[in-house]
């Protein structure tokens, strides 16, 4: 189309330049998607085409890329939407942190799979929800919420004053929205009885040179709790 022939139609990368509707230097030209390079995610392509589509027809709909929900589907899962505190500590941005475990959310220790945590980023004074990064199973799930919340601009009390099931994965986003607040006795609460709980296990099995040999240890130490909680106790100790 010649389009990267004309001055100022691409950038020194090569990518194309764009205004906010996704025209390029000629008006009735349109790019969306890596060739603009705004981000290389096949559903950030879609929602530009989305905002390009509307202003052809004569409507508004603007594209935040800030916005943009990233997902890595590894293993734990990481998703995250919104700025990083690298980037809000460079531009100067004061910000609050609320950070919740998945080894105290009930439903990650019933599927035994409680690594990783959600970490929420706030705005200092206005408690708006600047940034979300989760790590653990289900991350690209649950990062949909925080990104509802924030395309509203709601605020981290919006979150934590939200009900949310019991028991679920989200449950995490909701703590962690709470731990924002300024108020982190709940789970501090909670961090103390891990760290008590996981101190006395190691103790427990620091003997023992395989996890063969130190369950039967541990039944009998901890004969008194039920089959399913020892199921987790199991899965540390083979850890």
């Known amino acids: 189309m010649g389009i990267e022939r004309e001055d100022r139609a691409t950038d020194e990368r090569g990518r194309l330049t764009v205004n906010a509707q996704f025209q390029t230097s000629q008006p009735n030209i349109y790019a969306v998607g890596d060739v603009n390079g705004l981000s290389l995610l096949a559903h950030a392509a879609s929602a530009q085409a989305e905002t390009a589509v509307d202003h052809i027809a004569g409507e508004s709909h603007p594209y935040q890329n800030h916005l943009v929900p990233r997902a890595l589907y590894t293993w734990p899962e990481v998703a995250?939407?919104?700025?990083?505190?690298?980037?809000?500590?460079?531009?100067?941005?004061?910000?609050?942190?609320?950070?919740?475990?998945?080894?105290?959310?009930?439903?990650?220790?019933?599927?035994?799979?409680?690594?990783?945590?959600?970490?929420?980023?706030?705005?200092?004074?206005?408690?708006?929800?600047?940034?979300?990064?989760?790590?653990?199973?289900?991350?690209?799930?649950?990062?949909?919420e925080a990104a509802v919340l924030m395309e509203f601009g709601g605020s981290?009390?919006?979150?934590?004053?939200?009900?949310?099931?019991?028991?679920?994965?989200?449950?995490?986003?909701?703590?962690?929205a709470l731990a924002v607040a300024g108020d982190p006795s709940q789970l501090r609460t909670v961090e103390l009885k891990l760290l008590d709980y996981h101190s006395h296990l190691m103790s427990v099995i620091a003997p023992f040179t395989s996890a063969d040999e130190a369950l039967p240890d541990c039944k009998r130490r901890f004969k008194n709790l039920p089959d399913r909680h020892f199921a987790s106790v199991e899965w540390l100790v083979r850890r």
């Not at 919104?82 to 980037?87: C, K, L, S």
């Not at 080894?103 to 990783?116: E, L």
């Not at 981290?156 to 962690?176: F, N």
């Open 156 to 176: 981290a009390e919006d979150l934590a004053r939200t009900c949310h099931a019991h028991p679920t994965m989200a449950e995490a986003v909701k703590e962690a």
């Open 80 to 144: 995250s939407v919104g700025a990083t505190e690298e980037e809000l500590t460079a531009r100067g941005v004061q910000y609050k942190i609320g950070k919740f475990p998945f080894m105290a959310n009930g439903r990650a220790k019933a599927n035994q799979q409680t690594d990783g945590f959600v970490k929420i980023l706030a705005d200092a004074k206005t408690d708006r929800v600047l940034g979300v990064h989760i790590v653990g199973r289900e991350a690209g799930e649950m990062i949909h």
